[in-house]
């Protein structure tokens, strides 16, 4: 079994800000989804106008976007048929990690679907 979506969103925000006494967490993330084809999978593009988030943080954003498609928000099934769209990455010099952006990537991954019309598809593909 598999999930997919049913229609676009647009402009996901996650921002991920975390303040304690001994330090701080950031990352900033906006995110469009979209519905593929049936059997075309999934897709991560990066459609970012300003690359000034270095790469780590970006790689780590799509490890945390892998995470949440493993499990989708119907029945826990692998999400597919869905093209994610890194829209806009905002960093921190000091207080971003590589840990906070694949926080951020999962998180606004799992939002974004959520209110795509998910559902699940009887079989892969479909």
Known sequence: MRETIGREVRGERYRYAVATACNSRFADVVIDVEPLAPGSGTELADAR???S???RYVA????G???ALASGPVAGHPVTDVRVLLRSARHHEVD???RGFRLA???VVAKAIA???P???DRPGV
């Open 49 to 51: 106008e300003d690359r």
């Open 53 to 55: 988030c270095p790469v």
């Open 60 to 63: 780590a954003f799509a490890d």
């Open 65 to 67: 976007v892998a995470e």
């Open 96 to 98: 971003s990690s590589e």
């Open 105 to 107: 990537g999962a998180a």
């Open 115 to 117: 209110k795509a019309a």
């Open 119 to 121: 559902v699940v598809a």
